[in-house]
C-alpha cells in the first residue's frame, strides 16, 4: 500500500545512523518530521538547521501526537520497547529498527523512478535479500523511465481529448513501447515529447515501426549481459537465438515473446544467413521489435554485417548491443589480463575458420613479439595454427591457454605451450566451441635471441 504523506507526521527517535537512514526515506515525502534524540550525529543536525526537522531533545506531550509513522532505534532496548508503547497509545504506527517481533509495519527496499516506485518486502525477514532484489530491478528500470512517465502524466488530459476511449489502451501502449518511448530512453527527449504531441494531435498512435537489435549475449553466463542488452531481449516480440546462447539468457526475455532457434554451428548449418536475413527483416516490416541473439558480441565473427545490411535495404532501424566477447571472459575467469605492461602491448582477435573458398588468415603476420592472440573457431584448425606461428619465428615456449566453453558450467581449461599446443587439443579431446589463447611475450624473444647467439 502507498500511503500519501504530504502534511502527516513522522517521528524519528534516535540520533544515530540507523535513525539517519530512515530520515534519507522519509525526506523523499512531503511529511513533517520531529527528531526525538538528545544527540543528533551530524546529517541529522544538517537536517534541523536546515528546518526540514523539529527536534525534541526529550519526550513531550506533542512528540507523538497525530504521528502517522513512527521510526524507534535508540539503540537502548529498553527503552525502545517503552517508547514504542507510547507510540502506539498516540495511535501511531511503528517501526522498531532491525526488531522485527516490535513492528507494526516494515520498511521496503526502494527502487526509485519518480513517479515509478517499486517496493521490496520481506516482512523484516530477510532485508539483505531485499535489497539485493532491488539491486537486480535498478538494472531493469531506465534511469530515465520516470522523467518520461512524468511527461504522459502531463498529457493524460490531452490525450483523454484527442484519443477515443476504445482506441486509449492501444495508444498508451505504444507510447511506453515505440518510437517516443526509445528515443526518451537514448536521450533523445525533445524528440520523444515531439513524437507523443503529433500522435496526440493526429488522433490516433502512428502505426508501429519494426525494430532490429543485434544483441550480444555474451560468453554463457546471464549475468554477464548488458543492462540494454536485457532492456532489448524484455522489449522483443521475437527472439532468434543460436545453439551457444545459454537457456537462462532467454529466461530473460518476456514470456510471451516468440523464440526461433536458428542453430548455427560451425561448418554445419540448417539455417544458411540468408534465410536468417529475410526472416529477421520480414519480422521487422511486421512492426515488431525483432532481436537478433548472438554468443559473445555480434560485431565479432557474429556476421553482423549481412544482418545490418538486409535491415538497411529495406529500410528498418537496426541497433548493435554489444557484449562480452570471449576472450575478454576467458581472460577474467583465469585472472589474468589479455596485455601486461612490458610483456605484451598488442591484443589480436582472429579466426580459424573462414568461409568455404576464402584464403585462410596470414598467421605469419601475428608471430610477433609482445603479442596477445585470441584465435575462435580454431580447434580443428589447431595444428595448422601452431605450424604457421612456429614457421613465422615464434617460440615453441609461447604460452597458451585452451578455453572451452567459456563462463557456463561445462567450462575446461588446458594451460600448454605452442609446440604442444595441437597435441594438447587431440589428447584432452577439446571441441569447439573454445579459444586457443596464445601469448608471445617480449622476454621470451630475447631469451630466444641470447639463446641463438650462445649457440652461435
Known amino acids: 500500500m502507498f500511503l500519501r504523506m504530504d502534511g502527516r507526521r513522522v517521528v524519528l527517535c534516535g540520533g544515530g545512523e540507523e535513525v539517519a537512514r530512515k530520515a534519507r526515506l522519509i525526506l523523499k515525502t512531503e511529511a513533517r518530521i520531529t527528531i526525538l534524540a538528545d544527540h543528533l550525529d551530524p546529517e541529522l543536525s544538517a537536517l534541523v538547521a536546515s528546518g526540514r ?20 532505534g535508540t539503540g537502548d532496548d529498553d527503552l525502545d520497547l517503552d517508547l514504542a508503547g507510547v507510540a502506539r497509545a498516540a495511535g501511531a504506527v511503528v517501526n522498531v529498527i532491525d526488531r522485527p517481533e516490535l513492528c507494526d509495519a516494515f520498511t521496503p527496499s526502494i527502487v526509485d523512478r519518480d513517479p515509478v516506485v517499486v517496493a521490496i518486502g520481506t516482512e523484516g525477514a530477510a532485508p539483505v535479500l531485499g535489497r539485493a532484489i532491488k539491486t537486480e530491478i535498478e538494472t531493469m528500470l531506465a534511469p530515465r523511465l520516470g522523467s518520461f512517465v512524468a511527461l504522459a502524466g502531463r498529457l493524460r488530459g490531452a490525450v483523454a481529448q484527442a484519443i477515443p476511449h476504445a482506441a486509449r489502451r492501444g495508444f498508451w501502449e505504444w507510447a511506453f513501447s515505440g518510437e517516443a518511448y526509445r ?20 488522433g490516433h498512435s502512428p502505426e508501429s515501426k519494426g525494430h532490429i537489435a543485434l544483441v550480444g549475449a555474451g560468453p554463457g553466463a546471464r549475468d554477464l549481459l548488458t543492462i540494454r542488452a536485457v532492456k532489448r531481449l524484455q522489449q522483443a516480440d521475437v527472439i532468434f537465438y543460436d545453439r551457444l546462447v545459454d537457456p537462462e539468457v532467454l529466461e530473460l526475455a518476456r514470456r510471451d515473446a516468440d523464440r526461433v532457434y536458428v542453430g548455427k554451428e560451425v561448418g554445419a548449418c540448417a ?3 540468408d534465410k536468417i536475413d529475410r526472416l529477421i527483416v520480414a519480422e521487422a516490416l511486421q512492426g515488431k521489435r ?23 535495404t529495406a529500410g528498418i532501424e537496426i541497433e548493435i548491443v554489444p557484449g562480452i566477447t570471449a576472450a575478454s571472459a576467458a581472460a577474467a575467469t583465469l585472472g589474468r589480463p589479455l596485455t601486461e605492461r612490458g610483456e605484451t602491448d598488442t591484443f589480436v582477435i582472429t579466426t580459424g575458420t573462414c568461409r568455404p573458398g576464402d584464403a585462410e588468415p596470414d598467421h605469419a603476420l601475428l608471430a610477433r613479439p609482445g603479442t596477445s592472440i585470441a584465435f575462435y573457431m580454431a580447434v580443428e584448425k589447431a595444428a595448422q595454427v601452431q605450424a604457421d606461428l612456429i614457421a613465422a619465428g615464434a617460440p615453441a615456449a609461447c604460452p597458451v591457454d585452451i578455453v ?6 561445462r567450462q575446461s581449461h588446458v594451460e600448454t605451450t605452442l609446440g604442444h599446443m595441437a ?10 566451441p573454445a579459444l586457443l589463447m596464445v601469448r608471445y611475450p617480449k622476454s621470451l624473444a630475447v631469451s630466444a635471441s641470447l639463446e641463438k647467439q650462445t649457440a652461435a
Open 53 to 72: 526537522a523539529d527536534h525534541h531533545i526529550s519526550l513531550q506531550d506533542e512528540t507523538f501526537r497525530d504521528a502517522a509513522l513512527v521510526f524507534i
Open 183 to 202: 528515443a526518451h530512453l537514448d536521450g533523445r527527449e525533445r524528440e520523444a515529447a515531439r513524437l507523443l504531441k503529433a500522435a496526440i494531435a493526429d
Open 271 to 273: 539455417w544458411p544467413q
Open 290 to 312: 525483432v532481436v537478433r541473439l548472438k554468443s559473445g558480441d555480434p560485431s565479432v565473427f557474429g556476421r553482423a554485417s549481412e544482418e545490418i545490411a538486409a535491415a538497411q
Open 404 to 409: 572451452a566453453s567459456v563462463c557456463t558450467d
Open 423 to 432: 597435441e594438447t587439443v587431440t589428447t584432452h579431446g577439446i571441441r569447439s
